[in-house]
């Protein structure tokens, strides 16, 4: 029985690509609209009134959504990133007691406890 192996293929199934299409096709596409509309607005200005001044927030609106959607993505890539070095790093020290779990001569009631508690650990999805 390799336990290492059958909780790696439950993580591996579990990451999905739900939030992939969000973050590389429509948070750039959202930046760049937001930047390119802040933009414009704020080239065309003549100030003179109250609308001018309404124009001239609402490109500023614009421009700082852009900076608030962009600042988003450099989050996600951030903490993406720090997460997966740490998700390595535990994987490493899992595949190391696994690896000696194995290799000691353990009962098989034990090493079931032990594979229902993984299973309790690990999230099932239905779906």
Not at 51 to 69: H, K, M, P, Q
Request: charge should be positive; hydrophobic fraction near 50%.
């Amino acid at each position: 029985m390799h336990l290492r192996d059958k909780a790696h293929g439950k993580a591996a199934a579990d990451r999905g690509s739900s939030g992939r299409f969000f973050y590389v096709v429509f948070l750039p596409l959202a930046v760049a609209a937001n930047l390119g509309l802040g933009l414009l607005i704020l080239s065309y200005l003549r100030p003179n009134s109250w609308i001018g001044d309404l124009e001239l927030s609402t490109g500023a609106f614009c421009c700082v959504v852009a900076g608030w959607l962009a600042a988003a993505a450099w989050s996600k890539s951030y903490w993406g990133a720090a997460m997966a070095r740490q998700i390595a790093t535990w994987r490493q020290i899992a595949d190391a007691i696994f690896a000696w779990l194995e290799e000691a001569q353990l009962p098989a009631d034990a090493l079931q406890r032990l594979k229902r508690s993984l299973d309790e650990v690990v999230p099932h999805r239905t779906a």
